[in-house]
């Protein structure tokens, strides 16, 4: 009764096995993009404002990835890359520790040219004001900035507009 029972199981996994070797499983970029679901990467280094924005998304329902600071932004954003997997929109907060969000940005700009890349939406998040932090923005790569604290209309505006073009 056993060795019948065990018999059967081992022919189920094989079973399995032919299947999964004819079978493509598409990658979660690609069943990200079949859902429309926004991937984005959150960098943010204030605990404070990283937990408003993560409320943000995840009442909207969207997938993410988090980075403390510029480096780890260029990190996670290669890391994904060389996985297939690509963000829809980069929430980049433009002063931290480290490596700041405008030097980051200019470094995903020269990875994105070099290897041929799609240009990622990158939007900065700053609580600065003025015509020099925005020239500064501007200069770096970036296609947009809000200001702190974000509004979820507005950047859930931003991600569905980023989300037609794609």
């Given at each position: 009764m056993i060795l019948s029972h065990i018999k059967r199981k081992i022919h189920v996994v094989r079973k399995m096995e032919t299947i999964s070797s004819v079978v493509k499983i598409p990658s979660v970029n690609t069943l990200l993009k079949i859902s429309k679901i926004p991937y984005l990467l959150i960098v943010e280094d204030n605990d404070f404002q990283l937990q408003t924005l993560l409320l943000i998304v995840n009442h909207l329902n969207y997938k993410f990835e988090v980075a403390k600071n510029g480096m780890m932004a260029i990190d996670t954003f290669k890391q994904k890359v060389n996985q297939n997997m690509f963000f829809t929109?980069?929430?980049?907060?433009?002063?931290?520790?480290?490596?700041?969000?405008?030097?980051?940005?200019?470094?995903?700009?020269?990875y994105e040219e070099t290897n041929n890349l799609k240009r990622t939406y990158i939007c900065g998040i700053t609580a600065d004001k003025g015509e020099k932090i925005e020239a500064k923005i501007v200069k770096s790569g970036?296609?947009?900035?809000?200001?702190?604290?974000?509004?979820?209309?507005i950047l859930n505006e931003i991600i569905n507009s980023v989300m037609a073009k794609s």
């Open positions: 929109l980069i929430l980049m907060d433009i002063c931290m520790p480290i490596m700041g969000g405008c030097e980051a940005t200019e470094i995903i700009r020269k970036m296609d947009n900035v809000l200001k702190k604290p974000v509004n979820a209309i």
